[in-house]
């Protein structure tokens, strides 16, 4: 099946244009919302941890940091989750869109980088702590540079857009 | 759903707490130097940081109002305008005296007393916002007050003093056609407000939870040191919201979901002053690792956390619920 009829499948089905044009609380808004909160939970707790990593407040053990990577997962996957169905209202509309594209890798790197620090800094408990912090330090000015990068590159799919739906231009 | 608001009336309501609130703020200010009192000058600082607070709905309310006036015989447009103008100079400089207030509190906690600089830098902005807020007032009774006018026309001509002053005015029509003839100037606005966002969360979050009880292993006074960080994101987006909603203030003033949001940053206002006012906060900074916060120092923070949380969600709903209010 050639791409844009694919993209115009995903637009006509039932749970595409429920959450596109339904009138309820709980549709396209309620679904944003939740790629918002999950964007902030695993980007602010990573601002956190990077603030730590980076010399703020250095009477604060890193160790037990390690905690706060429960909520960055957590809200990486809420984000994951909301931003499937958002692509399912919405296909055309970002898979025409090369700012899409360019997200979507920031976001891979940005969790690659997340990853990184969890087991650098975070996987040896022998380490000591100035130890960590020499390695978790650039790693965390990256993981701010990219993050929001990413951020930059959602917000600029609003207004970057060809095509709301498919053969309709934005 | 539709709700009905006086935009007027809630003006009229609120518009005396800055021009009040600060000359009462620097009247307190002026005389903590007498003897150097500085439980006056920290009372000072506290009431420039709540006016600052207040002022915000106050400046809103006014866009609703004037909505509400508009095509009414006997309302100069040109006179509103003008008011509109003052309004939003006498806005800017307050909320910067309430920043800087916010940074001598902090000092006094940190080092016992505000530094000099912070000390000159509140006399300085206090005493400018006084002289814009008198105009402001002024200007707003002009609107609709006719026995204050010196003639039977309305008080188009400025005196020298008013003349100066509006030089500096911004002219509200021109931003609001920049704002809108630019949506990358918005894009940019919008981003900054999202990354101001996540540095609140992370940091007064990771305060709210470790209070609460999450990553007991952590002592809280040194998490506490992340609270300028959360008060640049603050910062960054009451500069970042406020030009976006003086670029379009019809879209942002009759909407339910931005009036919630706004109530819900009263209430950390108000959540904050039980925190920091109390000996909630003293207590919670000595608790060390592994120790629990009281009760009341929890409760203070899940309300925090539930409030920041109400503020995104109704930042989210802004878009979909305009004109929800008439």
Redesign the interface.
């Known amino acids: 099946m050639a791409a844009p009829a694919l993209l115009s499948l995903i637009e006509r089905s039932g749970l595409s244009t429920w959450i596109r044009e339904t009138d309820s ?1 709980f549709g ?2 309620f679904i ?2 939740f790629h ?2 999950g ?3 695993a ?6 941890v990077g ?1 730590r990593l980076l010399g ?6 890193v ?3 390690k ?2 990577f429960i909520i960055m997962w957590a809200g990486a996957w809420i984000s994951a989750v909301s931003g499937v169905f958002l692509l399912i209202a919405y296909p055309t509309k970002a898979l025409t869109n090369p700012v899409f594209y360019i997200k979507l890798t920031l976001v891979g790197i940005g969790v690659w980088i997340m990853i990184r620090i969890e087991h650098v800094v975070f996987g040896d408990t022998d380490l000591s702590e100035a130890v960590k912090m020499a390695k978790g330090k650039s790693l965390a000015g990256w993981s701010f540079v990219v ?2 990068s990413a ?2 590159a959602g ?2 799919l ?2 970057t857009f060809r095509y709301l739906v498919y053969g309709h231009p934005g | 759903m539709q709700f009905q608001v006086n935009f007027a009336h809630l003006h009229l309501l609120l518009n005396h707490i800055p021009v009040i609130g600060t000359i009462i703020g620097v009247c307190l200010f002026l005389l903590s130097f007498v003897g150097n009192n500085d439980d006056l000058r920290r009372s000072s600082l506290i009431l420039f940081a709540v006016v600052a607070l207040l002022t915000f709905p106050t400046f809103v309310s006014g866009f609703g109002a004037q909505a509400n006036l508009i095509g009414q015989p006997g309302v100069s447009d040109t006179l509103m305008e003008r008011h509109e103008g003052a309004a939003m100079l006498s806005f800017w400089f307050l909320e910067v005296t309430g920043a800087l207030a916010l940074a001598g509190l902090w000092q006094f906690h940190r080092s016992s007393r505000p530094a000099r600089w912070n000390v000159l830098a509140v006399l300085l902005f206090s005493l400018v916002t006084v002289v814009l807020m008198a105009r402001t007032g002024n200007t707003g009774g002009d609107i609709r007050h006719p026995e204050v006018w010196a003639s039977q026309e309305a008080p188009l001509t400025e005196g020298a003093v008013g003349s100066i002053l509006h030089f500096f005015e911004p002219a509200p029509e021109k931003f609001i056609h920049a704002m809108i003839f630019s ?2 100037e918005t ?1 940019f606005l ?2 900054l407000h ?2 101001g ?7 007064v ?2 305060l709210d939870i470790r209070i609460m009880g ?2 007991k ?3 809280i ?3 506490h ?2 609270v300028p ?1 959360a008060l640049a994101g603050l910062a960054i987006n009451a500069v970042t919201g406020m030009l976006v909603l003086i670029g379009m203030p019809v879209y942002y003033t009759f909407d339910a979901a931005f009036w919630l949001k706004m109530l819900a940053l009263m209430l950390l206002g108000l959540n904050a002053a039980a925190f920091y006012l109390t000996d909630a906060f003293s207590r919670v900074e000595q608790v060390r ?1 592994g120790e629990d916060a009281s009760t009341s120092a929890k409760l203070l923070a899940a309300s925090s956390l539930c409030l920041w ?1 109400a503020v ?2 109704l930042g ?2 802004i ?2 619920l305009q004109e929800t209010i008439k």
């Open positions: 609380l396209f808004y944003l919302l918002n909160i964007l902030a939970l980007v602010g707790s990573s601002v956190f603030l703020v407040a250095p009477e604060l053990p160790e037990p940091l905690r706060f993050w929001v951020i930059t917000r600029l609003a207004y | 949506k990358w894009a919008m981003d999202f990354l966002l996540a540095l609140i969360v992370g940091t979050g990771a999450f990553a292993q952590l002592p006074a040194p998490l040191k992340f960080w690792a949380f995104i969600i989210r709903y878009q979909s």
